[in-house]
C-alpha cells in the first residue's frame, strides 16, 4: 500500500462534503434526537462496509462495467432519495403544535426507521461504489494483490466516517435547543427536503463511468 497518510487526508475531505448521507443524518438527528442520528450514521457505516467487501469481490467492478446494474441501481436509489425528501416536505403540512402525542408517536417510528434510512441512501448509492474503485487502486502498489489493502482502506474509510458523523450528530445535538423549536424544525425539514430530492434528480441523471 502507497501513500496511506494521503488516503486519509483525501478520506476526509470526502467524507465531510455534503451528500445524501450528511442530510439523511441532519434530518433525523433534528427529529429523533441523537440516538436517531446515530443510527442513521450506523445505518451509513454498515452500507460503506458492504460495498468495501464488494469493492474487493470485484462486483462494484462489474456494476460500473454494465449500463443496465448501473442504471437500475441509480434510479432505485434516486427514487428512495425524493421519497425521504417528498416525506420531510408532506409532514410539514402535518405540524400541529397542539398534536404533542402524534410527535411522540412519529418520534418513536422515525427512531426505528433511522437505520434503514441511512443504509439504504447509502448502499443504493453506486457513485459510493465508483467512489471506492477509483479511489482504491490509487494507493495500491502495481502488480500486488489489492485484497489486504482493499480491505484496510475500506476499513478505515468507514471508521473515519463513524468518528465524523459520531462529532456532526453531537454537534448537532448540542445546539438542538435552538433547532427543536416548531419553527427552526420545519425549516430545517423542508431544506433537507428540498435537499434530498435534488440529490434524487442528480443521481438519476448520472451517467455510468466505463
Not at 474487493?56 to 446494474?69: Q, R, T, Y
Not at 432505485?76 to 410539514?92: D, E, P, R
Amino acid at each position: 500500500m502507497d501513500n496511506f497518510f494521503l488516503f486519509l487526508i483525501m478520506s476526509l475531505f470526502l467524507i465531510v462534503l455534503p451528500g445524501p448521507d450528511i442530510a439523511v443524518v441532519t434530518k433525523n438527528t433534528i427529529t429523533a434526537g441523537k440516538v436517531g442520528g446515530l443510527k442513521t450514521a450506523t445505518g451509513t457505516c454498515v452500507a460503506l462496509l458492504i460495498h468495501t467487501s464488494a469493492a474487493i469481490l470485484g462486483l462494484s467492478a462489474l456494476i460500473m462495467k454494465s449500463a443496465i446494474l448501473f442504471s437500475i441501481l441509480k434510479y432505485v436509489g434516486a427514487v428512495y432519495l425524493i421519497y425521504l425528501g417528498v416525506k420531510a416536505l408532506w409532514s410539514l403540512r402535518k405540524k400541529d403544535e397542539t398534536a404533542s402525542l402524534e410527535a411522540v408517536t412519529n418520534t418513536r417510528y422515525e427512531n426505528k426507521s433511522c437505520f434503514k434510512q441511512g443504509f439504504l441512501t447509502d448502499i443504493l448509492n453506486p457513485k459510493v461504489a465508483v467512489l471506492f474503485l477509483t479511489l482504491l487502486p490509487q494507493f495500491v502498489h502495481p502488480g500486488s494483490g489489492t485484497f489486504i489493502p482493499f480491505l484496510i482502506m475500506g476499513i478505515t474509510y468507514t471508521v473515519l466516517t463513524a468518528v465524523w458523523f459520531l462529532i456532526y450528530v453531537t454537534l448537532i445535538n448540542h445546539i438542538s435547543v435552538f433547532m427543536k423549536k416548531p419553527k427552526t424544525q420545519s425549516i430545517i425539514e423542508g431544506i433537507t427536503g428540498t435537499i434530498l430530492i435534488g440529490f434524487g434528480i442528480k443521481l438519476a441523471l448520472e451517467k455510468a463511468h466505463n
